[in-house]
DNA sequence: TCTTAAATAAGAACGATTGTCAATAACATA
DNA sequence: TATGTTATTGACAATCGTTCTTATTTAAGA
């Protein structure tokens, strides 16, 4: 919700032409999954997605809208907000730090810059509400999944 | 592991002030749980912190360590990487953008910043692995939650 | 040491996610 | 446009992570 026609309309032709590229079948459930979280704001989890799809198809099954946000995370149409398929896990670093996680294996590492503790944030940030505190995520391949071969095989060595 | 013993005693001193400090009882296994959390270098999730706690202290139970995390989370002790007992939530936005988080209920929204985009990170990162992208997270308490009265009701409102 | 409330362990229960399979629908081809 | 092939769907069972319940144990103050 939210987002403009125009940028929906520019999601729905990049998906349009992913999904075709990698040959898998255009399907009304798929269309509207995408329709979806294509033209919200505000991130939603997978029932969310659901609830909103079964306003125009109410047939759809809950196990379809899984496995059809899987998929395009794997066609990288979408992103997960923090770790995807992950438990959640746990930080004793009360310091200002920042974040090193591989998109792969899930590894995360600490890594200080008093640099980017001063990071300046925009004004319109404090639209939405006040500021706490604030961290780098840095999104990237550790060594050791990158000296394996296997590029689709994203599980273990979460440590 | 991996943290050095200076390190990891201030932790255990701040652990054992904050836990006295809040009436609760200290027990071995909250010691013990505090001690693996606090000397984790790879921010495990909470089967994990079960697996290091059992060397010391096969009998525990993994109720036992989940409920102690979740303490030490409202303790301010430890943090959680991403939204803490939160479902995985997608986003259909491929631009550059960073998030604003609320600590409270999880409201997310996007944010723009060329400034922010352009970020330097420190060169020792790339020890860890290479850099895909870079995002900052910006976490404080959204208009909805900080017109709330209940500062410690941490639920609802997941939009 | 004794008392009492809080914390624990064990196992049942719950909720989110995934797997299985028969029925259905997309798409290539005729 | 009709047909065959194969991926996809929906229903429901199964699984896995997390939480709840309860009887028992333990920390901490009297």
Redesign the interface.
Known sequence: MEISFKETNK?MARFEKAIRQAGVKVTIQRLEI?RV??S????????T?YERVRERLPTVSLDTVYRT?WM??DL?????????????????N?ENHH??V??RCG?????Y?E??DG????E??KD????????????????Q??AKPNPKAQEED??
Do not use: N, Q, W, Y
């Open positions: 999601r995408f979280i294509a919200s704001i505000d991130h939603p989890d997978v029932e997605v946000m395009l995370l990288g149409l979408i992103s997960t907000l923090g770790a995807s398929r992950d438990r959640t896990r746990f930080d004793a009360m974040h090193f591989c998109s590894l995360t590492r600490d890594f810059s640099e980017l990071i300046k944030i925009p319109s940030v939405f509400g006040s500021i706490e505190k604030a961290h780098l995520e840095v999104v990237g391949v550790c060594k999944c990158a979460t440590s």
